[in-house]
């Protein structure tokens, strides 16, 4: 089975429930033959716009594009477009078989073309044992798999995922998020994929689609909206992320009286918000750097994490187990950063770099 992933474009989508904006002015490309995450909190309309690229939902305005065509009026039916849903979504009182295969009945196809079709979709997705068992006779992660080669029988153009692991567990989410990324690389399916967990989407995507209250905050690869976030909202929303008021002037940054050399193209001097992240902190008991106080320090196995308290503010800090062991609570610490975890954002009332420190 080979996928014939197609691009996907949205030009001006806006959906209104009566006053309620739930997606605003969304303009999106989706490249053929990769998985794009639609990233974002509770109500930021990301849902929305997966199942108006479904055809579920009709934009109030705006047009959507499937392999060039204009399928805004078409019916979902007509779209060539698959989903996964967070429910499975599965018949219990079908076998797997008859699950898989109840899309190409409707079809109308013969019985030689569905059994093929539908083995072959149970083998793409290691149950090929389970075609004669029922959902309930199943696990959660084999469930999820039985609804992605329902999804995958039909052969779509595109392929859709709505929260597909939120009722897994935390290491049966990792195992399957994983068979997923490799199936979807393996067939070349142009997939989009909707969920709030920022793990999951900087783990599975070739390009991650930030929202926020229906309008999309940033486009970029995992690396970029993770290492380069373009608002403090993506900063926040992605990851853990210390977010501190600062100064920027002849090349350096200065936060509460400790200045350091940094480097980063298109910032103007003035007030701006150094954003960095937990591993990125340098935590040592004595030496150069901003001064604080270990709030708390919290041993995670592999990693410990602790909380110091600075003028600048709480800063959190991630260090390896082997490199931050020796550190306790209520001493006193310097904080440096490594400036491949840090990056300069707008200060909070304005623009990147505004005057008036």
């Given at each position: 089975?080979?996928?014939?992933?197609?691009?996907?474009?949205?030009?001006?989508?806006?959906?209104?429930?009566?006053?309620?904006?739930?997606?605003?002015?969304?303009?999106?490309?989706?490249?053929?033959?990769?998985?794009?995450?639609?990233?974002?909190?509770?109500?930021?309309?990301?849902?929305?716009?997966?199942?108006?690229?479904?055809?579920?939902?009709?934009?109030?305005?705006?047009?959507?594009?499937?392999?060039?065509?204009?399928?805004?009026?078409?019916?979902?039916?007509?779209?060539?477009?698959?989903?996964?849903?967070?429910?499975?979504?599965?018949?219990?009182?079908?076998?797997?078989?008859?699950?898989?295969?109840?899309?190409?009945?409707?079809?109308?196809?013969?019985?030689?073309?569905?059994?093929?079709?539908?083995?072959?979709?149970?083998?793409?997705?290691?149950?090929?044992?389970?075609?004669?068992?029922?959902?309930?006779?199943?696990?959660?992660?084999?469930?999820?798999?039985?609804?992605?080669?329902?999804?995958?029988?039909?052969?779509?153009?595109?392929l859709l995922f709505d929260e597909p692991l939120s009722n897994l567990d935390a290491k049966l989410r990792r195992r399957v998020r994983a068979e997923i990324r490799t199936l979807q690389q393996r067939l070349g399916i142009t997939s989009v994929y909707v969920t709030h967990d920022q793990s999951e989407a900087l783990a599975l995507s070739d390009v991650v689609v930030v929202m926020n209250e229906g309008r999309v905050e940033q486009v970029g690869t995992p690396e970029e909206v993770y290492r380069k976030p373009a608002t403090r909202f993506v900063a926040d929303f992605i990851g853990e992320a210390n977010l501190l008021d600062a100064t920027y002037r002849d090349g350096a940054v200065e936060v509460a009286g400790y200045r350091f050399p940094f480097t980063q193209d298109g910032v103007r001097e003035g007030r701006v918000t150094l954003m960095v992240r937990p591993e990125a902190v340098v935590v040592a008991p004595d030496g150069t750097g901003l001064p604080g106080l270990v709030r708390s320090a919290f041993f995670l196995g592999t990693s410990v994490e602790y909380l110091v308290e600075t003028p600048a503010g709480e800063v959190l800090a991630s260090r390896p187990y082997r490199e931050g062991r020796d550190l306790r609570s209520g001493q006193e610490v310097r904080l440096r950063f490594d400036e491949t975890g840090a990056y300069l954002l707008p200060a909070p009332e304005g623009r990147l770099g505004a005057e008036g420190a």
């Open positions: 089975m080979k996928g014939v992933g197609v691009p996907v474009r949205l030009v001006g989508v806006t959906k209104r429930f009566g006053p309620v904006v739930a997606v605003d002015r969304v303009d999106l490309e989706v490249p053929e033959g990769k998985l794009v995450t639609l990233l974002g909190p509770s109500g930021c309309g990301k849902t929305t716009t997966l199942r108006i690229v479904a055809g579920l939902e009709r934009p109030t305005s705006g047009r959507v594009w499937i392999a060039g065509e204009d399928v805004t009026e078409l019916p979902a039916a007509r779209r060539g477009v698959t989903m996964v849903f967070q429910s499975y979504a599965l018949f219990p009182h079908l076998t797997v078989f008859e699950n898989v295969a109840y899309g190409l009945r409707v079809q109308r196809l013969p019985a030689a073309e569905v059994r093929r079709r539908v083995l072959e979709a149970l083998e793409l997705v290691g149950l090929p044992q389970a075609s004669g068992r029922y959902p309930a006779q199943l696990s959660g992660g084999q469930q999820q798999r039985v609804a992605l080669a329902r999804a995958l029988v039909m052969q779509p153009r595109v």
